[in-house]
């Protein structure tokens, strides 16, 4: 197979793993979701969407793309796919929670952790195809990327540092104030 790519397809295999790592990173990304999102319609629409995704990376990357290079487009695509995930939990999150501390679970500094690394990557990506020879723009690409790979990793580590919520939590309200921010944890 490698001779096959090599020899006949003059194939770089630097892209081979490029459009690899792109459908196994949305693979886990629809894994993620699929155990954090709440049962319901969307739940059922990770598994098309991600037969779709999948389909379509194939299709660019051995017929439009000609496996010659950079994936910006499936990229793209997975990126935007991504952000809408990533606003479709967290309009669930304001909507269904109960808890008023959204922001004191793991699953949410996750969530906001790939908005904010997709989002401010997007564009990176989109140009990186057509601008990758210049030797400025990789510069910039080097330093962009690895500014918000530190910001990632960064939110990931407050993520997996979060100590677990306790399994029932219970609110009383105090009387005194009529908000929302009324409501003190029960001891």
Same mark, same amino acid.
């Given at each position: 197979?490698? %001779? %096959?790519?090599?020899? &006949?397809?003059?194939v770089n295999y630097f892209f *081979?793993?490029?459009?690899?790592?792109? *459908?196994?990173?949305f693979s886990l990304f629809c894994l993620f979701y699929y155990f954090v999102l709440l049962p319901g319609l969307m739940k059922k629409f990770i598994?098309?969407?991600? &037969?779709?995704?999948?389909?379509?990376?194939? *299709? @660019?990357?051995f017929f439009i793309n000609k496996m010659n290079d950079f994936d910006s487009f499936? *990229?793209?695509i997975e990126?935007?796919? &991504?952000?809408?995930l990533c606003i479709y %939990?967290?309009? &669930?999150?304001?909507?269904?929670?109960?808890d008023l501390l959204v922001y004191s679970t793991t699953n949410f500094w996750i969530i906001i952790t790939f908005l904010i690394y997709l989002s401010g990557l997007f564009f990176l990506y989109i140009m990186a195809e057509n601008m990758i020879q210049d030797k400025a723009f990789r510069v910039q690409y080097t330093i962009i990327n690895s500014v918000f790979s530190i910001l990632k990793n960064t939110l990931l580590s407050i993520a997996f540092l979060m100590k677990s919520s306790p399994e029932k939590i219970e609110l009383q309200k105090n @009387? @005194?104030?009529? @908000?929302?921010h009324s409501y003190t944890l029960k001891n």
């Amino acid at each position: 197979m490698g %001779y %096959y790519f090599q020899n &006949i397809h003059r194939v770089n295999y630097f892209f *081979i793993l490029f459009a690899l790592f792109t *459908i196994v990173e949305f693979s886990l990304f629809c894994l993620f979701y699929y155990f954090v999102l709440l049962p319901g319609l969307m739940k059922k629409f990770i598994l098309p969407i991600w &037969i779709l995704f999948t389909s379509f990376a194939c *299709i @660019d990357f051995f017929f439009i793309n000609k496996m010659n290079d950079f994936d910006s487009f499936a *990229i793209g695509i997975e990126s935007i796919l &991504i952000i809408l995930l990533c606003i479709y %939990y967290l309009i &669930i999150q304001l909507k269904v929670s109960h808890d008023l501390l959204v922001y004191s679970t793991t699953n949410f500094w996750i969530i906001i952790t790939f908005l904010i690394y997709l989002s401010g990557l997007f564009f990176l990506y989109i140009m990186a195809e057509n601008m990758i020879q210049d030797k400025a723009f990789r510069v910039q690409y080097t330093i962009i990327n690895s500014v918000f790979s530190i910001l990632k990793n960064t939110l990931l580590s407050i993520a997996f540092l979060m100590k677990s919520s306790p399994e029932k939590i219970e609110l009383q309200k105090n @009387d @005194d104030w009529s @908000d929302l921010h009324s409501y003190t944890l029960k001891n």
